[in-house]
């Protein structure tokens, strides 16, 4: 069974529980990188756990969450092997896929629909990415 990362603040908690519960319905098994409550807490904590995890290859995916999804997405961005998008519609989330190959998806907890977060979720699990004049691109982020 495929295992995605899970990670968030206090402020991306609430969903980060309610992904959970998809995850499940869907057939996923998780790893929960914390946090573990909605005391307030640090996002880069929970975000580094959650991308060493996958430079290290234990995982290769992963759902991150915090208020806005602005600070957890820029610390997992920090790390060269992941390429973490910020999502909050579905449209975005496939194309986050298709064009940027991500491998973390980073949802504002504060600010995205339960329903739109569900169709997030469902559909950066399974849309693929589209290779050709991205890959290129992706291959082009790292500072050289
Ligand atoms: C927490 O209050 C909030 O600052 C955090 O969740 C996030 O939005 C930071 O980027």
């Keep these: 069974m495929k295992k995605i990362g899970l990670a968030s603040d206090h402020a991306g908690y609430p969903l980060k529980e309610q992904v ?3 995850l499940k319905e869907m057939g996923y098994d998780f790893v929960d990188f914390g946090t573990n409550s909605t005391e307030s807490c640090n996002y880069p904590e929970f975000a580094h ?3 060493n995890a996958i430079e290290n290859g234990e995982l290769t995916t992963g759902i991150a969450i915090c208020g806005t999804g602005n600070g957890i997405n820029m610390t997992l961005n920090h790390h060269t092997a992941i390429r973490s998008a910020l999502c909050w519609m579905p449209e975005i989330a ?3 896929r298709q064009h940027n190959d991500a491998n973390v998806m980073v949802m504002p907890g504060r600010f995205i629909a339960t329903d739109s ?3 997030c979720v469902t559909t ?4 693929a990415f589209e290779g050709g004049r991205h890959q290129a691109r992706i291959d082009a982020i790292p500072v050289k």
């Design 117 to 119: 977060a569900k169709e």
């Design 49 to 51: 756990a959650l991308a």
């Design 94 to 96: 496939a194309l986050a």
């Design 124 to 127: 950066f699990l399974n849309t």
């Design 20 to 22: 959970k519960e998809w």
